[in-house]
């Protein structure tokens, strides 16, 4: 089997990749995310919450235009770190990729645009009013694509599930990918499940690029994941002030080494 790994293209394949994100600058994706967020406070939707019952709810009532607000520099982001997290790390043939609490499909379209043609990419979200954002939005995306793109209502602390909204096989997905949610949205037992679900559909020597509050061993995120197995291989950011990395961890396999 080839272990030829995938090399993100060009400065102009970056800068081509931004139509995906959210229009503006980082000051105004800032200032966007400000207004929406004070209006789902006036909402009542406590949305900042680590107990993940208490986002659900918050998430599930708010409507798809405060989201993409209060998403917005989360989105951003995205764009920035994703094909860093991929860059030299993924595997250089199509992938089958899960992307957890997928919200309405930003992160799902940065992969998509960024992963070799031919791989698949299975959004999984919670909240129903943002998975039909999600599918509503498709067919403008697809066309432009490499990648297939699909979204299913799941919660992620559940088994995960494929397109067709079955259990996922063990070790059948070769990328598992979370940002922007277990570092806010989940207590440490919630990330110890999420991370045992990632050990078991994740192939020998793949990875997840998973968001944490902290690079240190002492983080919940980096802590659930080693435990089961992974190493930890270093953390991309979207900017210098980033306070929220994509820990890359590998699933570890007699016969695979620790480094790339």
Known sequence: MSHRRWHIGSLPRYRGARYGGPPGGPVLVALRQWLAERRA???GQRFRSNHNSDALAAYS???PGIFRGINARQAWANWQVIPRCLHGRALARPLRVLDLACGDGASSRALAYHLPPGSQVIGLEYAHKLVHRARQQLPQYQSALPTTLHFQQASILEPFVDETGQPIANASVDWVTCCGA???HFTPADINRIATECARVLQDGAWASVDARSTLTTDPVRQAFTHQGFTYTGEERSCLL??????CMR??????????
């Open 41 to 43: 406070r006036r909402l």
């Open 61 to 63: 009532a708010m409507s």
């Open 182 to 184: 277990l570092a806010h």
């Open 242 to 247: 980033d306070r929220y990395p994509l820990l």
């Open 251 to 260: 699933k570890h396999a007699k016969g695979f080494a620790s480094s790339i």
